[in-house]
C-alpha cells in the first residue's frame, strides 16, 4: 500500500467491505524517529460494519513486528505488533464528546468523505508504541563487559574512579 489509501467512511462501512494487504515499514513516515530499522511489513484489514445500532464502524486489524531502538542498550529491539481496534464513525466533532455511554473499546472519529485508512493504520500503530522501550529485564545488552554493572553493584567506586581520572 504505497500513497495514501482513501475511502468513504460511511459507504465503507455500511456496504461492510473490506481491504487487506500488506504495508512496509518504510512507508510510515511518522513512525521512523521511533525506530531502530524501518525494515520489514505489516499485514492489515480495514473492515466495515454496523453495531448493534446500526451505527457505521471501522474494524482494523495489524500484525507484523517493527525494530524500535532500546533505550538502555541503543540496540535493535523487535516488538510485535497484534491490533485490533474498533472506530465508530460520528458525524461531526459534537459527537466526540458522548463517549459515557459507549463501550471503552470503541473510540470515535469524525467521518469523512475521503477518509486515509493508511493514516488510521499509521495512527493505531503509534499509539501502541512504549514511550521508553527496553528488552526484557536480562536480555538488554547494556553494561555487559562495562562498567555499567559495577555502577549498578558500587556506585561510587565508580565516581571515584571517574573523579582520580581528572
Known amino acids: 500500500m504505497s500513497g495514501q489509501l482513501v475511502i468513504d467512511g460511511l459507504e465503507f462501512a455500511r456496504n461492510r467491505k ?14 521512523h524517529d521511533q525506530l531502530f530499522s524501518d525494515e520489514g511489513e505489516l499485514e492489515y484489514t480495514v473492515r466495515g460494519e454496523l453495531d448493534p445500532d446500526a451505527n457505521p464502524m471501522l474494524h482494523l486489524a495489524i ?23 474498533r472506530l465508530l464513525l460520528v458525524q461531526d466533532e459534537s459527537e466526540l464528546g458522548d463517549m459515557v455511554e459507549e463501550p471503552a473499546e470503541v473510540d470515535r472519529i469524525v467521518v469523512q468523505p475521503r477518509l486515509d485508512a493508511r ?18 529485564e536480562g536480555e538488554c545488552q547494556a553494561g555487559i563487559g562495562s562498567s555499567a554493572s559495577a555502577a549498578k553493584d558500587k556506585p561510587f567506586a565508580v565516581l571515584s574512579a571517574l573523579k582520580k581520572r581528572d
Not at 524500535?68 to 481496534?85: V, Y
Not at 493514516?119 to 526484557?136: C, G, K, N, T
Open 18 to 31: 473490506t481491504l487487506h494487504g500488506k504495508i512496509t515499514v518504510a512507508s510510515l513516515g511518522r513512525l
Open 63 to 85: 500484525r507484523g513486528t517493527v525494530q524500535l531502538r532500546c533505550q538502555r542498550c541503543l540496540g535493535r529491539f523487535a516488538l510485535p505488533l497484534e491490533l485490533e481496534s
Open 119 to 136: 493514516a488510521l493504520l499509521e495512527d493505531e500503530i503509534l499509539l501502541v508504541l512504549p514511550i521508553s522501550p527496553r528488552h526484557p
